[in-house]
């Protein structure tokens, strides 16, 4: 049992020395600095189903104090809750960014229904004004007033092709201050945004809800084309900008929020499980080895603390109590950001557990013909 205890306090002590500082959660927006002339700028917006969390988010959008020429065009995905028709009712009389509102059909072969959303977003933007930037923005993502353009000059000041905030989950009801900050938390583990932002690095990522791309970046990486059928598409999307030469950027944001509640695990449950697996690319060895992964760095620690205890084995309770401390303190700094108790931190094994059962529900659910759904939609593996 000993070696378990070793084990997982040596699989921290890497983590925390050699996996790009992940646990930081001060990587913000780069030194900004205002362009002599602001370019053009296109917010496509692909909205399935989302008249809930609309009226919170678009006024923000609409609301861009932006110097340049900026439009607004959220695309409705198939919706059967009014969303297309809220969009206008919301944008009548209002002033600020115009918007128009379109609907593509259902998806062809082989698009997932957001990227052809997306698809036709930019494709009417170019038909209008071939704008310079696109900002690629989810329907449940609120925006502060200089959101706009505070992205465009921190693209502009550090010559990016790409840059990503990842918003601000909701953290309200006991389920999701339990789930959220540890999904971001999980998200930095994998993807470190230092990593990500290093210029030539292999790590690439991005956070769906807010992406400001270059509009000849995304013609030169071929997207949404290049990336239409995935369903983790903000990794996917970093990764064709980044392997087309573009420089990506990646960090947290202080005033770009989602409004999607979250009042049950079964939601939360849903979001992650959708692309848990896809994550893994549908491979069981890989999902064998995460499961152990898991298990050995975030339950071990716990259970060797407790049994080392009990059974007055010092050689497992102590790597046991250390592996667990580090990993408190590794949490502690997402804790913060997210204005949670710094005492919920030993709760972060049991939430670990979680995740190890939503991975592992999304292989069953893949493997049933029903992986990869969402609002009515499944997708299968490509």
Not at 274 to 289: D, E, F, V
Not at 308 to 324: E, S
Not at 369 to 375: C, M, S, V, Y
């Amino acid at each position: 049992m000993e070696w378990i205890g070793a084990g997982s306090l040596l699989a921290w002590v890497w983590l925390v020395l050699g996996q790009g500082f992940f646990w930081r959660t001060d990587v913000r927006l780069p030194d900004r600095r205002d362009p002599d002339r602001w370019p053009s700028v296109a917010v496509v917006v692909p909205a399935r189903d989302e008249a809930e969390v609309l009226p919170a988010s678009l006024p923000t959008l609409l609301a861009q104090k932006y110097p340049g020429r900026a439009e607004v065009f959220l695309v409705d995905d198939g919706s059967t809750d009014g969303t297309g028709a809220l969009a206008r009712e919301l944008a009548d009389g209002r002033g600020g960014l115009p918007l128009t509102v379109a609907s593509p059909g259902e998806p062809e072969p082989g698009w997932t229904g957001k990227l052809w959303a997306v698809r036709h977003g930019i494709a009417l933007a170019r038909e209008r004004a071939a704008p310079e930037y696109l900002l690629l923005t989810d329907a449940d993502i609120a925006h502060a007033p200089d959101s706009l353009r505070e992205l465009v000059a921190a693209a502009h000041s550090a010559d990016l092709d790409l840059v990503s905030q990842m918003a601000r989950l909701r953290v309200v009801t006991f389920w999701e201050r339990l789930v959220v900050p540890a999904f971001v938390y999980f998200f930095a583990q994998l993807y470190p945004f230092r990593r990500v932002n290093r210029r030539g690095a292999r790590t690439a990522a991005a956070a769906g809800g807010c992406v400001l791309l270059r509009r000849e970046a995304a013609e030169r990486a071929g997207v949404p084309e290049a990336i239409r059928h995935a369903v983790i598409d903000d990794v996917t999307l970093a990764r064709a900008v980044q392997r087309s030469g573009g420089a990506i950027w990646l960090g947290l944001a202080d005033r770009v929020t989602s409004v999607r509640p979250y009042p049950r695990l079964a939601g939360l449950w849903r979001m992650v499980s959708r692309s848990a697996y896809a994550q893994l690319r549908h491979q069981p060895l890989l999902l064998l080895g995460t499961v152990l992964g898991l298990a050995l760095v975030y339950l071990a620690p716990p259970v060797a603390l407790l049994a080392g205890l009990a059974a007055g084995r010092p050689a497992l309770a102590v790597p046991g109590g250390a592996a667990w401390t580090l990993m408190c303190g590794t949490y502690l700094p997402m804790l913060r950001y997210y204005r949670q108790p710094l005492w919920s931190a030993p709760l972060l094994p049991f939430t670990a557990l979680l995740y190890l059962l939503m991975t592992v529900d999304s292989a069953v659910q893949h493997y049933r013909g029903r992986g990869a759904a969402w609002k009515g939609r499944t997708y299968g593996a490509v």
